[in-house]
């Protein structure tokens, strides 16, 4: 496991379980929900059930918010390897722990603003148009998953450092 990129860390690791449940659940909500939407098109015709078109939306929203913490967990973000060619070992340690502290202010920033338009919407009367379900649900998906991604990120930081290398 030394090698691995997953973290070992019990917080992180029970984070990561429940995550993997939520994900299993939200996964398996939009199957359904888009299996119901075609029978219903196609065998229910003068209904054509609208609301699970939005349910849908809101539903894939939080897989893939949830998805990108679940990748976060592994650190299975894209990683150029041509670099590794051309930088010694110092420097590539230097390297991806600058990308990965420009990782956190990104994401920090990104969460900021995720948490304004959840407020802004959660004290605002703007709701979907069939579900009648106010839109911050939606938006909370986006303060979640990019919480849970600076979560693990911070875990995967602290570790690199504590290593001192880039393995």
Excluded: Q
Aim: glycine share 6%; with cysteine.
């Amino acid at each position: 496991m030394e090698n691995s990129n997953e973290l070992t860390h019990p917080a992180a690791v029970m984070v990561n379980k429940i995550l993997t449940v939520c994900l299993i659940v939200v996964n398996t909500a939009v199957a359904l929900a888009l299996f119901w939407m075609v029978l219903s098109r196609h065998f229910l015709p003068g209904s054509p059930m609208l609301w699970i078109e939005e349910l849908v939306i809101l539903v894939a929203l939080w897989l893939y918010f949830l998805g990108g913490a679940a990748s976060s967990f592994h650190n299975g973000h894209i990683n150029g390897g041509f670099l590794d060619i051309w930088m010694g070992e110092k420097n590539r340690y230097r390297m991806k722990v600058a990308a990965m502290v420009l990782e956190l202010v990104v994401l920090f920033i990104y969460f900021g603003l995720a948490v304004k338009y959840f407020i802004y919407l959660a004290n605002s009367n703007k709701t979907a148009v069939y579900l009648r379900i106010n839109k911050s649900v939606w938006e909370l998906a986006a303060v979640v998953g990019l919480g849970l991604m600076i979560f693990f990120a911070i875990f995967h930081l602290v570790r690199l450092i504590r290593r001192g290398n880039i393995n």
